[in-house]
């Protein structure tokens, strides 16, 4: 996609709240893939991503930042987290694996947009799959058998989607895990076609019958080995690697007790940084062209804790501000997937048409800012616990048997629930 960075900047605008730096940031490094892609072959090569550091405290939008980024190009994207990895020899874990998660996710994508291209034809056909099974019931139930057309109509418009049919569904064997953190092995795969896939007789609704058809369908209509070879490719050029808590690894200076492998996975994590082969089960793929964004509180240690062939590996270093009382206001108000929006949507399932005053965001707010500066800085995550508060003994009491009902929270609502939390305020103003 041939964005512009101000265009991402904006895209991303919609759903995050403020940190300008970080947002301009990735929007570059985003920008920069686009640019490489229209270079020829030889140059290509050489150009590899400059990775990224984020460094702020949790809840102000690093790891939202990085997969609505990925969203946007609809790039293969995983999460890891490096505490969950364990340098080599230790049990748990590995490194690699974050390598052949970004492949799945990525034949996932690759599976799903061909599946896509092939969707009409393959309704077409498992709805003439289902149409057998269908018939012979109608029939027998006493419906005109020279209303074939009718059948078939019915069926296609859903008529029948409640009722309960049997049908004959693969009997998978599901993959086992060998051993903690080790990639699951499949033993129908070991054996390819050897072994015959067993079936069985499986009861469920029409229209769990239609999904399952179309997919079964779908699959025999798309051709895997192009799809794999799609997949490698896009996570190889495409993919983005979001690797969190990395300041949890970073070395303290002391070398005793549970320090003494981290050091160990950061050295673990380089090669795959800076490029290498990893061999998947889809095939092997380089990660000399994934885009590496890491990120961490760092309350305790500092970036510069990182061993020097790390932090040389993630050259653009970008510090995500505190969120302020402005912040929240915006948070709360102004997102495609505000918050109020959100709990408005709910409540409205249960014929509760809920509307928050200005003063009453405010108010929550400001309760949000003083919290975070009193006690633990858990970011926008703070609104989520007051607003819970706030809102638990309507969620409570709300059933849907009444008729519409509406209510506005205003500031007086608010302070009446949060009493306890703004009285522990006052009275820190005497605390010296």
Not at 25 to 45: C, G, H, Q, W
Not at 196 to 209: C, E, G, H, N, Y
């Amino acid at each position: 996609m041939d964005l512009s960075p101000k265009q991402i900047v904006k895209e991303l605008d919609k759903y995050i709240i403020g940190q300008s730096e970080a947002k301009r940031a990735v929007a570059v490094a985003l920008r920069n893939r686009y640019r490489r892609s229209k270079l020829n072959e030889e140059l290509r090569e050489e150009i590899t991503p400059k990775n990224i550091i984020m460094k702020g405290p949790t809840g102000v939008g690093k790891t939202e930042i990085a997969r609505r980024l990925a969203k946007l190009v609809k790039a293969p994207f995983v999460k890891v987290e490096a505490t969950k990895f364990t340098e080599v020899g230790y049990v748990g874990r590995d490194v690699e694996s974050m390598i052949r998660d970004l492949v799945e996710v990525a034949v996932r994508l690759v599976k799903e947009e061909k599946m896509q291209d092939v969707e009409v034809k393959a309704q077409e056909l498992s709805l003439k799959r289902l149409f057998d099974i269908v018939y012979p019931l109608k029939k027998g139930e006493g419906e005109n058998s020279d209303k074939k057309a009718e059948i078939e109509s019915n069926l296609k418009n859903g008529k029948y989607d409640s009722e309960m049919i049997e049908l004959d569904v693969a009997d998978t064997i599901k993959p086992v895990e060998l051993m903690p953190g080790m990639e699951a092995i499949s033993i129908g795969n070991i054996f390819g076609g050897m072994i015959p896939p067993k079936k069985k007789r499986k009861k469920m609704t029409v229209l769990q019958a239609k999904n399952m058809l179309k997919e079964e369908e779908s699959s025999k209509l798309i051709d895997l080995d192009s799809v794999n070879e799609e997949a490698i490719k896009r996570a190889e050029n495409e993919g983005i690697i979001f690797i969190d808590e990395i300041d949890k690894i970073a070395g303290k200076g002391s070398h005793n007790g549970p320090d003494v492998s981290r050091e160990g996975v950061q050295r673990d994590i380089l090669p795959f940084v800076e490029g290498c082969t990893v061999n998947t089960k889809y095939g092997s793929i380089k990660t000399d062209h994934i885009l590496f964004i890491a990120a961490g509180a760092f309350h305790i240690a500092k970036i510069e804790n990182l061993i020097p062939e790390f932090q040389g590996r993630f050259p653009i270093r970008v510090e995500l501000k505190n969120l302020t009382k402005d912040d929240f206001i915006k948070i709360l108000k102004e997102p495609k997937n505000a918050m109020t929006l959100q709990y408005s949507a709910l409540l409205k399932v249960d014929n509760i048409e809920l509307s928050f005053t200005d003063d009453a965001l405010e108010e929550i707010a400001e309760i949000a800012e003083k919290e975070n500066e009193t006690s633990e800085n858990i970011g926008a995550r703070r609104l989520h616990t007051i607003m819970e508060s706030i809102l638990e003994d309507i969620s409570f009491n709300a059933n849907g048997e009444h008729p519409l009902m509406q209510l506005v929270i205003d500031k007086e609502y608010v302070q009446k629930v949060m009493s306890a939390t703004i009285k522990k305020y006052d009275l820190t103003k005497y605390v010296l």
